[in-house]
């Protein structure tokens, strides 16, 4: 497939060299065989090329394990390393493979059947367990180096430590750090040198940096072991220090959006969506590969404060759908290279074909998920589907909720708080989730609950409750009476995810999108009766919300009266296969419903 590409000036072949922690010493870089120059040039030049991927969420083939069939959007994007490895190659073949380098920005191990597989089904911490499909995907393709994302730490440090040991080359985190010392936890950076026919190799640092909300969503996994400081400070103190050891390039992949923002508000001093504030307060930083954020971004170009120079920022989308393309040229002057001219794009991964060497690679390992999640667990009464979720009070909602319930209700058994009412919180994770009626197989139960999410129950008043359910109505987008309502642009206000949108069982309400946010719940009742503010409940709520994702008010700080370690999902596919047959009229209640000036929306 032919590939827009620019003339090279220079050529040469790339090897690597790392660092170990901080406070180690910086192994010497060993240089490759020399390439080849454009000798008719009076000046010294040479370019190069890096990749970079992120958000790959565990897609390693082409594959939707929750349809069971190919990869399809509305978009029709395509997903996976082996379309990733297909592009690569052409790159390489393209610039020279000794030209280029290929980096990620994290959130590798964690978002599909295939990584959950692995990680509990199958782990690959057991004694001789298997390992990590996108470890051997990612080694078999060729990669130099990848940042760590915060999903790298859902299912605990020993598995991320695991996965690192099955890797090739390093995991970068700069901003990761052992709670006691404060010093590296992983790798910060590495240093690769490209070598020019021209003397002096260029020598390209990758600095890693992960984002600090690990410490809010992960709490459970990270506290006491590990702190996440800024990406702006941490950058601070490492760019320089990677001009001083002689790069001639700085490249930070960064688990962090660009958009200044954090979700989690107030409850760290660190900037979520950090990306844009690196690129405009620390000088020496030549291009930044963004992830976190889920967005195309093929290239921005972002102005140092300090320096005036201008710093190259591209974020390729997510699951392997892009392939960013940063392209540097290089000049030799005064004894040193120097960047003349940076910029990127994006390679789109549905041009390219499956590269049969990394599917083969790993046939056997999605074999055994494919029968996984096509297991039989239970069967459905009548057909559900979270398609209408989002704005609409729906049974198949209503069944994370009651099984929530049920859980946590079983757990107070007995105990100080068994008398007190159970409400639930849940969200439409997914708009295509569907559980069919007749058989129910675990992947219709698991496509329910996407994430690792644990569930919790913690102690709430009624007023605080009415809080969080005025919180939780921003989702919508305010309309007015009489004004036409299109569901595909009622929600998402304010760029709020569906995952930040909690409906609440166990209490009636209205939410009257045509009022302003914090003054939408109307009517809002319990057992009948007028909400008591003063009277206290106990809150079904997973792990990620109760930590303070989403920064919904009063959950974060409320008292704790149980946890569970075993993801909301597998309680899900456990009830289904206790309770054999799933009957949504034993669980379905219209709780709430939006309206306008009190009449009903739907």
Not at 81 to 108: F, W
Not at 222 to 241: C, I, N, R, S, Y
Not at 405 to 425: D, F, H, I, N, W
Not at 504 to 515: N, T
Request: overall charge negative; aromatic content about 8%; some cysteine.
């Amino acid at each position: 497939m032919p590939l827009d590409r620019r003339k090279f000036l220079g050529r040469s072949a790339a090897t690597g060299a790392g660092m170990a922690l901080a406070g180690s010493a910086v192994a010497p870089a060993a240089a490759a065989g020399p390439g080849r120059a454009d000798s008719a040039s009076a000046e010294k030049r040479y370019s190069f090329t890096v990749m970079g991927t992120t958000d790959l969420h565990g897609n390693a083939v082409n594959w939707d394990y929750f349809t069971d069939r190919e990869f399809d959007d509305k978009n029709h994007n395509d997903v996976g390393l082996a379309k990733i490895s297909t592009l690569v190659d052409q790159v390489r073949r393209d610039r020279g493979r000794g030209n280029t380098l290929l980096i990620d920005a994290g959130d590798t191990i964690q978002g599909t059947q295939l990584a959950y597989y692995y990680a509990r089904v199958d782990p690959i911490t057991a004694e001789r367990g298997p390992v990590h499909p996108m470890a051997k995907a990612m080694n078999a393709i060729g990669y130099d180096a990848a940042a760590l994302g915060n999903h790298e730490f859902n299912y605990g440090i020993e598995l991320l430590r695991k996965f690192q040991e099955q890797c090739h080359f390093p995991l970068v985190a700069a901003n990761a750090l052992h709670a006691k010392s404060q010093r590296p936890a992983f790798q910060p950076f590495v240093i690769k040198r490209l070598r020019t026919l021209h003397g002096r190799d260029v020598r390209v640092a990758v600095l890693g940096l992960t984002n600090p909300g690990i410490a809010v969503w992960d709490k459970a996994n990270v506290q006491g072991k590990m702190t996440f400081p800024g990406l702006e400070e941490q950058a601070a103190v490492w760019v320089p220090k990677l001009r001083s050891m002689g790069a001639d390039v700085v490249i930070v992949s960064a688990h962090s959006g660009t958009s200044g923002t954090s979700s989690y508000g107030d409850q760290l001093p660190y900037v979520e969506n950090a990306a844009v504030n690196v690129a405009e307060q620390v000088p020496g930083i030549d291009a930044i590969l963004v992830g976190h954020a889920h967005v195309e971004i093929p290239e921005r170009r972002v102005l140092n404060k300090e320096s005036g120079r201008e710093v190259v920022l591209s974020e390729p989308l997510m699951w392997g759908e892009r392939l960013t393309v940063f392209d540097f040229d290089l000049v030799w002057s005064k004894g040193r290279w120097t960047v003349e001219r940076a910029a990127s794009s994006l390679l789109n991964s549905n041009t390219a074909e499956e590269d049969p060497r990394i599917t083969g690679l790993l046939a056997e390992q999605h074999r055994k998920v494919v029968a996984y999640v096509n297991q039989v667990i239970g069967t459905c009464t009548d057909a559900m589907s979270t398609e209408e979720g989002p704005y609409k009070d729906v049974p198949i909602i209503d069944l994370i909720n009651h099984v929530q319930t049920e859980t946590v209700r079983a757990a107070l058994a007995g105990g100080e708080y068994a008398e007190l009412p159970v409400l639930s919180q849940a969200s439409c994770f997914s708009r295509t989730a569907k559980i069919p009626a007749g058989d129910v197989t675990l992947k219709d139960a698991a496509g329910l609950y996407p994430f690792e999410n644990t569930l919790e129950a913690r102690l709430l008043t009624g007023a605080q409750l009415r809080e969080y359910l005025e919180f939780s109505a921003k989702y919508y987008v305010r309309t007015a009476p009489g004004a036409p309502v299109d569901p595909a642009k009622l929600t998402n206000a304010d760029n709020t995810p569906d995952y930040n949108y909690d409906a609440v069982s166990g209490l009636k309400y209205d939410v009257d999108i045509a009022q302003p946010t914090g003054s939408r719940i109307k009517n809002l009742t319990f057992d009948g009766q007028p909400l008591d503010d003063k009277a206290q409940f106990v809150f079904a709520v997973n792990n990620y919300r109760a930590s303070g994702g989403g920064n919904f008010p009063h959950v974060a700080k409320a008292k704790q009266l149980w946890a569970n370690s075993e993801e909301i999902r597998n309680t899900i596919i456990t009830w289904v296969k206790e309770k054999k047959t799933i009957d949504p009229g034993q669980f379905a209640s219209a709780d709430w419903q939006l309206t306008r000036d009190g009449k009903p929306v739907f």
